[in-house]
């Protein structure tokens, strides 16, 4: 019976020890890195600028699968079907926030993924076909406001930033448009490209280069003060002051693991990312792009993530473009609090 008991104890030790080696020498083979849009489209681009340092500094390869779907749900909901081992990564963005809301998926970016890092923000622009008969923001919201619902946006899909910021336009300068859902931003520019649609709103680092090349219109950025480089884009905030309080208004981008996944594991991947976002390739390329760069993590991210997810959950909610009240999932409003706080 000693004996028995011995080898019992021999045996859980050995099985401890084998996890504590390959927790110690994670990584140890490649890498899945999960997008849930279309390539060419805003996460996409910035998980490929940033994926290709990781991959350096890991050891390993990091491949890019996309997996557009549902606003991303199809490829977070992936992920979350995978071990909680570090071996596959979700590149999220802000759409994660507003998934409940709408009625996309029951996930969240804080109950369900512990989030490694936010590494970047973007900038949303308004853009028209090339040959549109619409040269600046005023013309087309006053069309708009004169024509109903005759407007088609074209957007990366329900609850994204171009659709809330379309929403936005309607809910403050009495616009009505209609929606037109692509999977993905990277469709919705082509759209707009090839004029098959009247508009799209999208992130200014997935539209410059079109915009630079003449394949497209910029009319004006969802921000109170110009894009730093790109002066000549009116400042949507500038020109409507109603808009202001609700800009500037754009996506966070940044890799979530699965929640569970072993804390040496996500220390790992931290570190690593804490080296990407000095590394002066990733500063060079955002810097191209127009992007923000951020540097969250920790209690910083979640805090960030609670506010974010707070703005788009209840703007969507009180556009009536929501399925269920934030309130069902315990997301606070911040105006309300504001009120009540005044």
Known sequence: MKRLSLLIILVGLAV???????????PERNINCVVGFSPGGPTDVIARGSVPILQEILGVGIAITNMPGAAGATAAKHVLDQPADGYTFYYGSEIMSVWQT??????????DFEVIKLVAEATPVLAVPPKSQFNSVEEFVKFAQENPGKLRIG???????????????QQKLGCQFTFVPYQGGAPAITAVMGAQVDATIEMVQSMV??????????????TNVPIPGMEGIPPVGQI???????LPYGPYFGPFV??????EIVKVLKAAMDKVIVDQRWI???NKLYLTRIDYSGEEAIEYLENWTAKAAWLLYKAGAAAHSPTKFGIK??????????
């Open 16 to 26: 401890l020890s084998l996890g504590l080696t390959s927790l110690a020498t994670y």
């Open 102 to 111: 709408m009625g996309t998926m029951d996930m969240s970016p804080l109950r």
């Open 155 to 169: 957007t990366a899909g329900p609850g994204t930033v171009p659709h809330v910021s379309g929403l936005m336009l």
């Open 209 to 222: 280069s079109a915009h630079q090349g003449g394949q497209l219109k910029i009319l004006a950025s969802f």
């Open 240 to 246: 409507y002051p109603e808009l202001q309080e609700d």
């Open 258 to 263: 699965k929640k569970g996944t072993p804390q």
């Open 284 to 286: 060079d390329y955002t």
């Open 333 to 342: 409003d911040l105006d309300l609090l504001k009120k009540l706080g005044d």
